[in-house]
């Protein structure tokens, strides 16, 4: 062994576990003449080359004792292929496999070697540097023809490893070689480029093929289609279809039309039409192939499956299943997990579970996607039990848990209530070293949604103690302190992450001033945007606008600007919501020449006035009374698409209000009621409106839609309402709304208790016993309101006693005062001996 040791010294880089493969290798292969040899190869080879290295290996255990153990690990990398290949093609492959000297590994067969053999020695190559190795051996042997399928093939090798400057090579030694790409050699590009994301390059080899008077054949078509499919140009790849089945792929029309397809194209168009949401075409598509007796494989009826579902036509999943029983198409395990799936996303559980019991009854075995599928729907719905029972059964099945799923199950735990198994299963996936970053991050999430911060902190920790902290995991945790309202800790973690050496990305800043905004923090807010500045993370005005916002809120505009105008300085360009921010800010303040030049600067910078900066500044017109602006604006806003909100409208109508312009308010405020936009402040505008101009009835007429719609519950309200049905003689009225705000719980303000004054006045009581229920009202307010409401209740009950006393029909609702003392009652002694006694 020690023999053997001493040239793995010259080895450059080589590590220890190489070191205790070679040992083991060489002890196993009782061979040490043979091992010496091929070590002194490895050492001689620089630089360090793992794949050689690797074959070199093989070479060792090739002989002795070693033979059974290559064996072995070569069924498992595919001897069984190449035995199927038959004649000399396996033991080539073997030898090729794990001898790297070309003409050692050939030399038995070197002589031999026919096409068909070179064509399955390029193509069972899955490395695509011995690939080339290969190609250029046989190249360099003259008595070897390379044809266009070994080219071909090599296309393919070199364009599934991206090695594109290896394409291009090849593509120009086929050209001077004369060897001619036939539609096999476009098709394999334009895949190749397709697949690698170079969609135009891809479609550059079409436009060549056509140059070159090639016209696609269906396998070149069916190429063709998914590149545009791909790049999410389903239009693009229904016309190439459709003008390739009429023989029209170039636009020249000189091929001949296609008859028919085959299974593969009518599916491949048919997912094609799918994932462009056409559905109609899809099925049209079904049905052409129906009946031109292609027959339907179990590819295309699950894409049809899966294109109907995702459509909502669960009828139409139904028979295409029962068609599928007719013709004998056997459904698969991907069949029954798209079923599970469409049925679990249209909420019928009980079918997603009967077709996980129809898939076992088949002799199929679910894969990971079965369980994963039904485990998300169980845990979304908070069904632990079966959520638990399928898990158990998926790990009996050796399978593991994706990170999703598990993820999905901490938070089905919380939403259960089930805090201590929440917490049981992210520890048991903590413990077992299996959880990324992200996964961490996503169960932090999820403890932080449900308000177990402590929780989410041991997760956190958990994650740290691993280290596994990333970026993404700082954004989580700063976002669920700023749930928790933690606003001093999220500013700390954000000051570790240099600490850890991880950077914060844009999300953090914007997370951190996000949340800091929120909490009417700006000023710390600001210094994170300033941070963010100073780093280049800043890309647009959307942090800034977020402090400006906050700023402009709590009425601090000399800071708003300030901020703004250093955004600017920035080069930093506003965008329309930041100077509608900065305008209401001005409306807000009352400041006419701030808003207006904020509208001059947003229209310089090319925007165009919009509903919303039109809606604040009659805001402000209104405000500072600039009646033809506000008019003017609003007429504006009204004839646009949007129209005006309902803000700016009620701003209209206490603006006319204000100015007893009773006909233009009517008009806005009917305007309102149409669009059923009218509020209980634009009624109590009107209702104020009309009160002020003496206009009782119309003013009653309001107060009764507004209790009908329930548009009765601020203050102000209450107190127009009773107002108005004391000034009509309403007294029963005035007094049912007044116990209606109290069981509303609404404080009445000192209008109301004038109002109800009035009432007892109406009713017998004494002035002097009023102003004394006041001031002990003002002195203790909640026994003060006590007295106020035993006193109208009293009210009440004497009043309904004196109208039955006069014998009254009416309804006493529709009574007033002068109808009372038109008929002469009894005199209401118990009010003045009520309010009198009250106070002592």
């Known amino acids: 062994m020690q023999t053997h040791l001493q040239y793995l010294g010259r080895i450059p880089h080589i ?40 074959r070199d290996v093989g070479t060792i255990v090739k002989s002795g004792s070693g033979q059974k153990k290559l064996e072995g690990e070569a069924k498992g990398k595919g001897l069984a292929r190449w035995m199927s290949y038959g004649g000399s093609l396996p033991s080539i492959l073997q030898a090729l496999d794990s001898i790297c000297d070309l003409d050692e590994a050939l030399k038995p067969w070197e002589e031999t070697l026919n096409n068909k053999e070179r064509t399955i020695i390029l193509k069972e190559q899955s490395d695509w540097e011995r690939a080339v190795e290969i190609f250029e051996w046989f190249k360099r042997k003259d008595c070897y023809e390379l044809n266009v399928i070994h080219y071909n093939i090599m296309l393919r090798i070199l364009g599934r490893a991206r090695r594109w400057d290896q394409v291009e090579r090849l593509w120009s030694e086929m050209k001077s070689r004369n060897v001619i790409p036939t539609n096999s050699t476009y098709g394999t590009l334009i895949d190749s480029y397709s697949k690698g994301g170079l969609k135009e390059k891809a479609l550059l080899w079409l436009e060549e093929m056509q140059n070159q008077g090639l016209q696609p054949d269906e396998v070149t ?30 636009g020249k029309g000189n091929t001949k039309a296609q008859t028919c397809c085959s299974s593969y194209t009518y599916n491949t168009m048919i997912d094609t039409y799918g994932k462009s949401g056409q559905l109609k075409e ?77 898939m076992k009854a088949a002799r199929l ?155 009417d923090l700006p000023d710390r807010a600001k210094f994170y945007v ?19 916002s906050n700023f402009a809120k709590l009425g601090e505009l000399e800071k708003a600007v300030s901020l703004f105008k250093e955004m600017v300085g920035f080069a930093v360009q506003p965008d329309i919501v930041l100077y509608g921010v900065l305008i209401n800010a001005f409306a807000e303040a009352g400041s006419v020449r701030g808003a207006l030049s904020y509208v001059d600067a947003m229209k310089d910078a090319g925007f165009t ?6 809606n604040s500044l009659i805001k402000l017109y209104t405000k500072v009374g600039y009646l033809n602006e506000a008019r003017e604006t609003y007429e504006l806003v009204r004839s ?56 009782v009835s119309k003013a009653v007429k309001i107060a009764h839609e507004m209790k009908e719609l329930g548009l009765l519950s601020e203050p102000l309200s209450y107190s127009n309402a009773i107002e108005v049905f004391v000034m009509d003689g309403r007294l029963k009225e005035a007094a049912e709304t007044f116990f209606r705000m109290m069981d509303a719980g609404v404080q009445p303000n000192d209008a109301v208790f004038r109002s109800l004054g009035t009432v007892l006045i109406r009713c017998g009581a004494s002035k002097q016993a009023i ?70």
């Not at 079923?339 to 009980?350: C, E, F, G």
């Not at 006035?609 to 039109?614: G, H, L, P, S, Y």
């Not at 203790?780 to 006069?806: H, P, V």
């Open 15 to 54: 590590d220890v576990v190489c070191l205790q493969t070679l040992s083991v290798f060489a002890k196993a292969a009782g061979n040490p003449k043979k091992s010496d040899r091929t070590y002194q190869k490895i050492s001689n080879r620089k630089p360090y080359d793992a794949r050689k290295l690797r």
């Open 771 to 840: 102003d004394h229920m006041e001031l002990r009202r003002k002195e203790d307010a909640k026994s003060g309101l006590k007295t106020w409401a035993e006193t109208m209740s009293a009210i009440m009950r004497a009043y309904d006693d004196t109208l039955q006393s006069c014998g009254e029909t009416k309804n006493l609702s529709e009574l007033d005062a002068d109808d009372v003392t038109n008929r002469k009652p009894k005199p209401l002694t118990g009010v003045t001996n009520l309010t009198q006694s009250s106070y002592g």
């Open 640 to 695: 646009s698409a949007d129209g005006p909100d309902i803000y700016a409208s009620n701003c209209m109508i206490d603006l006319y209000c204000e100015r007893g312009m009773i006909k233009e308010a009517e008009e806005i405020f009917e305007d309102l009621k149409q669009r059923t936009d009218a509020n209980e402040f634009s009624f109590a505008m009107m209702l104020r409106m009309y009160k002020k101009a003496k206009k």
């Open 530 to 548: 300033q941070k963010m500045q100073e780093v280049g993370l800043i890309e647009d005005c959307i942090p800034y606008s977020a402090v400006i």
């Open 609 to 614: 006035v919009n509903a919303v900066i039109n």
């Open 221 to 250: 078509m069916g190429i063709v289609v998914q590149t545009y499919k791909l790049a999410g140009e389903f239009e693009e790849a229904e016309r190439f279809f459709k003008n390739w089945m009429s023989g029209q792929s170039d």
């Open 365 to 519: 075995q679910p894969d990971i996607v079965s369980y994963r599928t039904l485990i998300y729907a169980f845990s979304i719905r908070h069904m632990v039990s079966e959520a638990e029972a399928l898990t158990l059964e998926m790990e009996e099945q050796g399978l593991e848990m994706d990170e999703f799923t598990q993820s999905a199950l901490t938070r089905m735990y919380l939403g259960a209530g089930l805090v201590e198994q929440s917490w049981a299963w992210f520890e048991k996936f903590h413990k077992d070293g299996r959880m990324s970053s992200e996964c961490y991050s996503a169960n932090i999430d999820a403890f932080g949604e449900h308000g177990e911060l402590s929780l989410a902190e041991s997760a956190y920790q958990c994650c740290l103690d691993r280290q596994k902290l990333s970026v993404i995991v700082f954004n989580v945790m700063i976002k669920v302190y700023g749930i928790a309202k933690k606003y001093e800790k999220a500013c700390e973690l954000f000051d570790t992450m240099e600490d850890h050496r991880i950077n914060p990305d844009e999300y953090t800043y914007n997370s951190l001033i996000q949340i800091l905004s929120g909490a």
């Open 282 to 358: 899809a099925s049209d598509t079904f049905v052409q192939m129906l009946r031109e007796g292609i027959a339907p494989t179990t590819v295309t009826f699950n894409t049809m499956i899966h294109i109907c579902g995702n459509h909502g036509c669960m009828d139409e999943v139904r028979s295409l299943m029962m068609k599928m029983e007719e013709l004998k198409c056997l459904p698969d395990t991907r069949t029954y997990n798209i079923l599970i799936s469409l049925y679990a996303k249209n909420d019928d559980i009980n079918a997603a579970v009967g077709y996980l019991s129809k």
